[in-house]
């Protein structure tokens, strides 16, 4: 599954977000379908910004966004809550252009 959502028409802005099944993860799917998204986004859906937000914990899926180029903007301290615990969470961006 992949997506972009938070479709903003007046920002031109859209959230990518992603999940691959298990006995598929690795085999670079993910990156493919996340290049493959930011094309549609910034040719056909003529976005000027794509953002994604990941788990700092999450290796492969900051990995994945890095590859799909987009950049690193900041750490959302503490921004998410599971099993009790606080985690950060990560925030990256790529631009049209
Ligand atoms: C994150 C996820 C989408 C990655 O899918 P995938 O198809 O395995 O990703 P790819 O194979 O395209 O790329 C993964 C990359 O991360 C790397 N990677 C994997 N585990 C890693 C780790 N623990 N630390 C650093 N890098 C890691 C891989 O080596 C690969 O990089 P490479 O191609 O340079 O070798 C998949 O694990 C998943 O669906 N996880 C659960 C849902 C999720 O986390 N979604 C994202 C929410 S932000």
């Known amino acids: 599954m992949i997506e972009l959502s938070h479709l903003s028409a007046v920002d031109r802005v859209a959230e990518l977000g992603y999940w ?14 996340a290049r493959a998204m930011c094309e549609v986004g910034f040719r056909t859906l003529r976005l000027h910004r794509i ?3 990941a788990l700092a914990r ?13 950049r690193h903007e900041g750490v959302l301290r503490e921004r998410v809550r599971i099993g009790g615990r606080w985690l950060d969470r ?4 790529r631009l049209a252009g």
């Open 90 to 93: 990560v925030w990256l961006a």
């Open 20 to 33: 691959i099944g298990p006995p598929f993860r690795g085999h670079g799917y993910a990156t493919e379908a």
């Open 51 to 53: 953002e994604a937000g």
């Open 58 to 70: 999450n290796h492969a899926s900051i990995h994945v966004l890095e590859k799909a180029g987009l």
